[in-house]
């Protein structure tokens, strides 16, 4: 899966930064962070077959923040 660019988007997290790849991202007033990913066609197959995705967040020991996967866009929602 890659982090790619969506109308909603208002910032881009780790533009400079060589380390990690640039994540485009929609940043809310209250602090809730959202991102688009789109999965290649074998991603696809795979998770069609498996129903799973899994998750890596680095939280460098501190807390885990809440989080949430969804196929369902969080914009569309709230029209």
Do not use: D
């Amino acid at each position: 899966m890659k982090p790619i660019n969506f109308k909603e988007q208002n910032m881009v997290f780790a533009e400079n930064q060589k380390e990690y790849l640039p994540l485009p991202a929609h940043k809310t007033k209250e602090g809730q962070i959202i991102s688009c990913w789109k999965m290649s066609f074998r991603e696809r197959i795979k998770a069609l077959f498996t129903g799973r995705v899994y998750s890596s967040i680095h939280t460098f020991n501190n807390g885990l923040p809440p989080q949430m996967l969804s196929v369902n866009s969080i914009f569309e929602k709230q029209k």
